[in-house]
Nanobody
C-alpha cells in the first residue's frame, strides 16, 4: 500500500516563502511522475507542478519563476519550494504520485493535503 504524507504548510505573509514536502512510503515497481496540485475554496483542483522520474518539470503559468518542484531519487520524496507567495496562492496543496505498482499496472495516489494561507 503506497502512502503519501505532506508537510510544510502554514500561514505566511505575502512575498514570503514556504517549502512543502511529500514523503512516499510503501512498495511499488517504479515511479512515473510526481506532482503538486492545489484547491482553493469554491474552485476545482488545479495542477501546480509536476516532475517526471527523469527529472522533467512542468509548471502552471501562475507559478512559473516563483515555485520549484524537486524530487529525491533516494527516498522518492517530492518537494515544492514556493517563493514570492501571493494571497491567490492560498489553497490546500495536495501531493500526487503516479507509479507502476507492478510492471503491468499503474496507479495514482494522493496525500491528505496541507493548507497554505498567504496573508496580504
Amino acid at each position: 500500500q503506497v502512502m503519501l504524507v505532506e508537510s510544510g504548510g502554514g500561514l505566511v505573509q505575502a512575498e514570503g516563502s514556504l517549502t512543502l514536502s511529500c514523503a512516499l512510503s510503501g512498495s511499488f515497481f517504479r515511479i512515473i511522475a510526481q506532482g503538486w496540485y492545489r484547491q482553493a475554496p469554491g474552485t476545482q483542483r488545479e495542477l501546480v507542478a509536476t516532475v517526471t522520474a527523469g527529472g522533467s518539470t512542468n509548471y502552471t503559468d501562475s507559478v512559473k519563476g516563483r515555485f520549484t518542484i524537486s524530487r529525491d531519487n533516494v527516498d522518492n520524496a517530492v518537494y515544492l519550494q514556493m517563493n514570492s507567495l501571493k494571497p491567490e496562492d492560498t489553497a490546500v496543496y495536495y501531493c500526487c504520485t503516479r507509479i507502476y505498482d507492478t510492471p503491468f499496472s499503474w496507479g495514482e495516489y494522493w496525500g491528505q493535503g496541507t493548507q497554505v494561507t498567504v496573508s496580504s
